[in-house]
């Protein structure tokens, strides 16, 4: 299995500008989560999809950011506009939940600078 | 307060010695654990799971106190290779909340 596939692996952009990250989860799983790491604030999980229906999107931090997951196979992360603050590493995640102690795949993540 | 709490560090420590990190959690509810071992610019990868009973796996040993609400990571004989950021992950409800991250660092 290729993993979790995440893309871009670098993003850089004017703040303003609209951001789209992408992720394809491992085949067969049936929850992938949005997570953002920053020095300051570690691994912060953004939002939760199982069976491609969001669960848990508590974590995103104001509208600016919107997640879809259309099929099993896909899903984006979308900051529109983007900020400075937003500048961060973007990992997707995977896991196929059969109850107590599911364990996660991270995709190799996607380094987000918004100048 | 932080749901999982884990000391940064870095934790600077020669070949060969013992190190042990520690995390807390506060949510009660949490009902597995885990400890993931992420290295610089890297995404973080399952090390270990944790089991009431403790559990090991050849120079790590990870154990849980649940009255404490703790969870502990010793490894044995470092390598420069174990040099990376140890990640406490405290799983309720289907829902993983990770620490902040340990980082060690093994000098020759």
């Known amino acids: 299995d290729a993993g979790v596939i995440q893309s871009p692996r670098h993003e850089v952009t004017e703040m303003g500008q609209e951001v789209t990250l992408r992720c394809k989860p491992i085949s067969g799983h049936n929850s992938l989560f949005w997570y953002r790491q920053t020095m300051m604030r570690g691994l912060e999980l953004l939002i939760y999809f199982n069976n491609n229906v969001p669960i848990d999107d508590s974590g995103m931090p104001e509208d600016r950011f919107s997640a879809k997951m259309p099929n099993a196979s896909f899903s984006t992360l979308k900051i529109q506009p983007s900020e400075p603050r937003d500048s961060a590493v973007y990992f997707c995640?995977?896991?196929?939940?059969?109850?107590?102690?599911?364990?996660?795949?991270f995709g190799s993540g996607t380094q987000l600078s918004v100048l | 307060r932080k749901e999982v709490e884990q000391d940064p560090g870095p934790f600077n420590v020669p070949e060969g010695a013992t190190v042990a990190f520690n995390c807390t959690y506060s949510n009660s509810a949490s009902q597995s654990f885990f400890w993931y071992r992420q290295d610089c610019r890297k995404e973080p990868k399952l090390l270990m799971s944790v089991y009431s009973s403790g559990n090991e796996d050849g120079r790590f040993t990870a154990q849980l106190n649940r009255a404490s609400q703790y969870i502990s990571l010793l490894i044995r004989d470092s390598k420069l290779s174990d040099s990376a950021t140890y990640l406490c992950v405290a799983e309720a409800g289907n829902m993983l909340t990770f620490g902040g991250g340990t980082r060690l660092m093994v000098k020759p």
């Open positions: 995640a995977s896991s196929f939940i059969s109850g107590v102690g599911e364990k996660l795949f």
